[in-house]
């Protein structure tokens, strides 16, 4: 599998990172722009994004990547700390998947990532 | 499958870091009247970021605190609320407070606590965010509140220990100087081979290869030394930058628009210079915030622009740096200055003095003219303080200023103390130096091209102008007898031309300053010493000093004579 991680905190990508490289192959992008050009170049299985980030934010990259046609149908979690019900409606319009919770147990992130899969 | 969370420490503490310096930088370009969406969206993220990190890793303390900022933000990103200067401050306070957490909680990973100042903050913070939900406010309890915020606010800033930014122990170098110095101690290595080979079986016909080989040398090290001192020059922007936020601060305590206006930072100075000059440049900024600048409401009724403008600007002059500190305010009241002198006995009053003059006499010791002392610039330090730091490094400090327009500060610093560029010339008999930056040029004299102007001033006829010429061995008492000046090494100082009379030239070469200790009495003139090659002391001469020196026995006239300068032809 193949995950495109998105988010401005370095922190975040690097922990994601490891925490999904031990059984996946793992990208990550800084912003939405960064993200959506290297959607374009090559095609994730599975796309994680936050939600606050500069140039372009979680929930307009998740709709920009839904216009693709190879994106129309993968699954894109957003990763957040705001779990507030407008946002969620706002995120189901734009196409989003499900909702990872930060903060988040790495096991946790690796069962949710699984069930995907499944799925 | 477990991951290690521990191994993630490390890059938190460093993104927090730098999340805070965006912050505040953010914070610092908000202008209350019109700030950006984005600069409010960026402001939020940093917030959004820390706190997201923080609870990933546990840290509880810090993650309750930036949500509560997170909140406020959050309404201000709604247009909900907006920012004002109280919060702005509050705001910046609570980076302050953030970073304190930080180097805590990484030096102790169970010091995850609040302190009294976050606590205080998340109070104020959550009395912004509440209010907006209770808007029946009267005006009369806001203005109350403001108060009291300001009055914590006091508090707080008075508190908050900033960890100290400038470590004296350790400096920053950029990867290139360094890979500048070991490319230059190669080449020092392949010069001593060459040396080496030569000299093991020397014979007089290798003179020549020698002779190239030591001066492939003193090329060679003199590189290596410019590169090593350059280790040590730093932009001023090093000190610069804590400015903005100072000047922040004086804003709201003291009630003042102000805008502070920063060019030149890229211009490189001593590190130790740079952190010698640090605290008088902020007194001399809190000086005009505090008593130059006017208040608001002067400044309306004179129909200045609101805001006051305070200038900081740096740039090479010679082999100097000058930094000048200026505002646009009332400018140096002359008579209060003039009356206070009087008053502690530095003037008389039948005295006549130049402008210039009365207003340098903010430089003498106890010299305070403020009506009362204000909390800021009234601490027991006067402008004194601030010309002895200076004069200290073998720098300068002027003043100008104009009635209802402002005034300057002139500082004018060495770049480094370690090392000059000279020429070394004798007098009656003895080796002074002069140091290279100053010499315009040397010539010969022409005794027909002298003039006597008055008694005790001459001038010279150099290409069409008329230049002071000043006497050295007069002006530092030497034995007459053994003089006899042959030469005048022409020295620019503040733009005017003065000529040096000196007996003889000899070579130019680099020499290490050595500062005379505290036992020996200040000569007018002289900076400081060195040892030169065949172990005599050489003593230094300051050429702004001497001439300074030597005008004041000018009859009377302490400027540069411009009358004589531009007699004509």
């Given at each position: 599998m193949h995950i495109l991680v998105v988010d401005d905190s370095s922190t975040m990508r690097d922990l994601l990172t490891s925490c999904l490289s031990q059984q996946h192959e793992v990208t990550s992008a800084n912003d939405g722009e960064d993200g959506l050009n290297l959607a374009s170049a090559e095609s994730f299985d599975l796309v994680i994004t936050d939600l606050?980030?500069?140039?372009?934010d979680g929930l307009t990259f998740a709709r920009k990547l839904r216009e693709c046609e190879d994106y129309r149908y993968k699954p894109i979690l957003v990763l957040t700390t705001n779990a507030e019900i407008e946002t969620k409606k706002q995120g189901k319009v734009a196409g989003v998947t499900g909702w990872i919770i930060k903060p988040f147990d790495p096991e946790q992130l690796n069962s949710i990532v699984h069930r995907i899969i499944d799925q | 499958m477990s991951i290690d969370l521990s191994q993630f420490y490390q890059s938190f503490f460093e993104e927090s870091f730098e999340l805070l310096e965006d912050f505040e930088k953010t914070l610092l370009e908000i202008d209350i009247d019109k700030y950006d969406v984005e600069q409010v969206n960026t402001i939020f993220r940093v917030i959004h970021s820390i706190k997201g990190n923080s609870g990933t890793f546990n840290f509880t303390a810090i993650r309750d605190f930036t949500h509560v900022l997170e909140t406020y933000l959050n309404q201000v990103r709604n247009n909900n609320t907006r920012l004002t200067l109280n919060s702005v401050q509050v705001l910046l306070n609570s980076t302050d407070c953030l970073r304190v957490m930080l180097v805590e909680l990484q030096k102790d990973l169970t010091v995850d606590v609040e302190t009294e100042n976050s606590k205080k903050i998340i109070e104020l913070v959550q009395s912004y965010i509440d209010r907006k939900e209770d808007d029946s406010y009267s005006g009369c309890e806001v203005k109350a509140d403001i108060e009291k915020i300001n009055n914590e606010l006091d508090d707080l800033s008075t508190e908050i220990k900033l960890?100290?930014?400038?470590?004296?122990?350790s400096i920053r170098v950029s990867v290139d100087k360094i890979d500048e110095l070991i490319n230059n101690v190669g080449e020092l290595v392949i010069v001593q081979l060459m040396i080496q080979d030569i000299t093991d079986s020397f014979a007089m016909h290798k003179l020549q290869e020698l002779k190239e080989a030591v001066s492939v040398l003193v090329n060679t090290s003199r590189d290596l030394r410019d590169g090593v001192l350059r280790i040590r020059m730093l932009p001023v922007s090093y000190v610069f930058n804590r400015y903005s936020r100072m000047v922040k601060n004086l804003e709201s305590r003291l009630g003042k628009r102000i805008n502070l206006n920063i060019s030149g930072e890229h211009t490189e100075l001593d590190k130790t210079v740079l952190e010698k000059i640090s605290d008088p440049i902020a007194h001399i900024i809190r000086n005009s915030a505090d008593h130059g600048l006017e208040t608001t409401r002067e400044r309306k009724k004179t129909s200045k622009p609101e805001v006051g403008q305070i200038f900081l600007n740096a740039y090479y002059e010679g082999g100097g740096v000058i930094v000048e500190i200026g505002d646009d305010g009332k400018g140096l009241n002359k008579e209060k200055i003039k009356n206070k002198a009087i008053e502690n006995k530095?003037?008389?009053?039948?005295d006549d003095y130049s402008d210039d003059e009365i207003y340098s006499l903010i430089f003498e010791p106890g010299f305070s003219t403020a009506d009362e002392v204000t909390d800021l610039s009234g601490r027991g330090v006067g402008m004194d303080v601030v010309k002895t730091n200076i004069t200290d490094l073998g720098g300068s400090i002027d003043v100008h200023s104009i009635v209802g327009e402002g005034a300057i500060f002139v500082v004018r610093l060495p770049l480094t103390l370690a090392i000059i560029e000279s020429q070394l010339i004798r007098i009656c008999n003895q080796t002074f130096i002069i140091s290279m930056v100053s010499i315009v040029e040397s010539i010969k004299i022409d005794e027909s091209n002298i003039s006597h102007v008055t008694l005790n001033s001459e001038v010279y006829k150099f290409r069409n102008q008329f230049i002071p010429i000043i006497r050295v061995c007069d002006q530092f008492k030497l034995d007459k007898k053994l003089s006899r000046e042959k030469y005048l090494v022409i020295v620019d100082v503040q733009g005017k031309l003065i000529g040096l009379a000196v007996d003889e030239l000899l070579s130019q070469q680099q020499v290490v300053i050595k500062n005379f200790s505290q036992n020996y009495k200040k000569i007018e003139g002289i900076s400081g010493a060195t040892i030169l090659a065949d172990g005599e002391v050489g003593l230094i001469i300051d050429v702004y000093g001497l001439v300074n020196a030597s005008i004041t026995n000018w009859?009377?006239?302490?400027?540069?004579p411009d009358e004589i300068l531009e007699a004509g032809d």
């Open positions: 606050n980030m500069p140039k372009m | 960890p100290n930014r400038i470590e004296t122990t530095i003037i008389k009053p039948e009859a009377g006239n302490s400027k540069l």
